[in-house]
């Protein structure tokens, strides 16, 4: 039983706001993107926006040693940490990594960590510029990522709480494709070729940065990366926004090998919240930018709608119009464990 008086009853976003609250002051409520974003965002001269934002993963709660090896940590940590500036538009361009060692630890491990990092940080075009590395009880790797957005390209920095109603939603790729990944790494089956396709969406994701920089060039002003759950990720928009989210399952895509492998059913509720780390983007805006978006590449599909009622809630329908609840509506770092 968990003691009453933990933080993990908190929960994540909570905590999160109370900790803003408690610092006061001494919050940098004055820049253009305070904190509660995907990134923070400030004026850097009169020509380019500084955006950043930091990422943390860790053993035990992020990823365990039979379902990812150091290679696919220092992969992940990169991506997880640029796909933030990738939903605020921004083109990333250093990173600072900070990594925490156990005692167990070995010198293959380290190499292989670094590969990781190397070869994620080339898929995304970024440099590292600095870190710091220490020893604890546990290994954690935590990555700053640093972009920019240059003003002369006269688009606007695309955040959480500019949803408007009577706009559509969209959703890059194949939601529920990386919990696809690790149910068959749990399962240990299904590692023929369909397999380790899902498998490599799990452990090497890749950030959906050019997308991003689109979608903000096309005059697209709301969106967020897909981390914790499409119905929770969902949710931090229309909070933000205070505007109701209107989903349908039936325009939710499936991919082809998680459908075959898994069943609608099972990657449905993936996509929905029991999944997540997809790194894709949602997009939220008018119908004809967003199909503009699409590509053979990179598909981008629309799912739902924004609506006026039911302000900070999102609601999913099945192919009958009747509401769906889906086990789970996401992640919470803090409760889920």
């Known amino acids: 039983m968990k003691d009453q008086n933990s933080f993990s009853n908190v929960g994540e976003f909570t905590l999160i706001n109370r900790i803003i609250e408690q610092l006061g002051s001494h919050v940098a409520k004055d820049i253009l993107v305070p904190p509660g974003d995907d990134a923070a965002a ?11 934002t930091v990422d943390t993963l860790t053993e035990g709660v992020h990823w365990r040693p039979d379902t990812m090896d150091f290679y696919d ?4 940590a990169v991506t997880a940490s640029v796909s933030d500036l990738a939903a605020m538009g921004a083109t990333p361009t250093y990173l600072l990594i900070a990594i925490t060692l156990d005692s167990n630890i070995t010198e293959q491990n380290i190499s292989m960590l670094t590969e990781g990092i190397a070869q994620s940080s080339a898929v995304h075009n970024v440099k590292i510029a600095g ?15 640093i972009g920019q957005i240059l003003q002369d390209n006269h688009y ?3 955040r959480r709480n500019t949803a408007e109603p009577d706009e ?6 194949y939601p529920g494709t990386s919990g696809a990944g690790l149910v068959i790494i749990e399962d240990s089956q299904n590692e023929d070729e369909l397999g ?3 498998i490599t969406r799990h452990r090497q994701p890749v950030a959906r940065i050019q997308l991003g920089t689109n979608a903000a060039k096309a005059g697209i002003k709301c969106a967020i990366d897909l981390s914790d759950g499409l119905v929770q990720d969902l949710e931090h928009i229309a909070k933000a926004s205070n505007i109701g989210i209107e989903i349908d399952t039936e325009k939710i895509p499936l991919h082809d090998t998680a459908y ?3 069943g609608r059913e099972k990657i449905l509720d993936l996509a929905l919240g029991q999944g997540g780390e997809d790194f894709e983007l949602i997009l939220i805006g008018k119908d004809e930018i967003l199909r503009s978006l699409n590509t053979m590449e990179l598909p981008v ?11 900070g809630q999102v609601k999913v329908y099945d192919s009958s119009g009747k509401e769906y609840e889906p086990p789970q509506r996401g992640w919470d770092h803090l409760r889920n464990d």
């Open 42 to 52: 400030w004026i850097n001269s009169k020509d380019s926006l500084t955006v950043a």
């Open 73 to 76: 940590v220092g992969w992940r």
């Open 131 to 145: 870190g710091d590395i220490t020893r604890a009880h546990t290994n954690m790797i935590s990555v700053t990522a």
């Open 156 to 158: 606007p920095i695309m």
């Open 168 to 173: 559509l939603i969209a959703i890059s790729g």
């Open 196 to 198: 380790i396709e899902l």
């Open 260 to 262: 075959t492998l898994l």
């Open 301 to 311: 599909t629309l799912i739902g709608k924004t609506v006026s009622h039911h302000p």
